[in-house]
Every structure is written in C-alpha cells, then in structure tokens.
Nanobody, 129 residues
Framework: VQLQASGGGLVQAGGSLRLSCQAS????????LAWFRQTAGDERTFVAT????????YYAESVEGRFTISRNNAKNAVYLQMNNLKPEDTAIYYC???????????????????????WGQGTLVTVSS
C-alpha cells in the first residue's frame, strides 16, 4: 500500500489544520490507521490511532481534547483534525497502516510505531507563537 499525507502548513498558535492521508494500492478498511509525528533529532512519537471499524480510538495525552482522528473507508483515507494548535505541535506528521491489525490489540500495541508496516512520506506542520 502507498500512503500519501497532505494538509500540513504554517499556522499561528490557536489555529487549526486538517491532515489527510490517502491510501492506494489496496484497501485499508481493515487496517488500524495512525498518525505519528517527529521533530529533528527525536524519535517518531505516537499521536492517534483508529481501528478498522472505527470503534476504538486512542490519543496521546498531549493531544487529547484538541485532535480528532477519523477515517472514511469508502475513500480509503484517514484524517487528523488538529485544533488549538501549540508551538510544541510543530513536527513532521506521518500516517501509518497496520495491515495485520485484529482490532483489539490495545493501546500499548497500537501506539507503538513498530506495530505499523506501511508509512507515508510525512507532511510538515509548523505552529508559530
């Protein structure tokens, strides 16, 4: 599967952005889909994940209440609505797919980058203060 992330940009603190990730090559309707982010010199960190049926969602504590992950299986896509952005949200955001997800791995597994077998190229989000 190929994942194409888009929607990044420059925004002022308190603003909003909506990231999109379009999958192609096969359906990802059964995959767990996630967003991770990475800043220079740091490891890729978990942001949010959603299971194939959309019933289970986990967020990193730092984005809980501000970010919303959603998916549209008919469009083979996943989204990340980011509100009340803060300068510390500045990062490259990556979407990822777990083709082997069974839907009830739990938070610990689904928040681990090692769980995911396909990655998009990343989209840069810059939040100015």
């Amino acid at each position: 599967v190929q994942l194409q992330a888009s929607g990044g940009g420059l925004v002022q603190a308190g603003g909003s952005l909506r990231l999109s990730c379009q999958a192609s090559g096969r359906t990802v309707s059964g995959d767990a889909l996630a967003w991770f982010r990475q800043t220079a010199g740091d490891e890729r960190t978990f942001v949010a994940t959603i299971t194939g049926n959309g019933l289970t969602i986990y967020y990193a504590e730092s984005v809980e209440g501000r970010f919303t992950i959603s998916r549209n299986n008919a469009k083979n896509a996943v989204y990340l609505q980011m509100n009340n952005l803060k300068p510390e949200d500045t990062a490259i955001y990556y979407c990822a797919a777990d083709h082997h997800s069974i839907g009830w791995e739990g938070r610990r597994a689904l928040s681990s980058s090692g769980e995911y077998d396909s990655w998009g190229q990343g989209t840069l989000v810059t939040v100015s203060s």
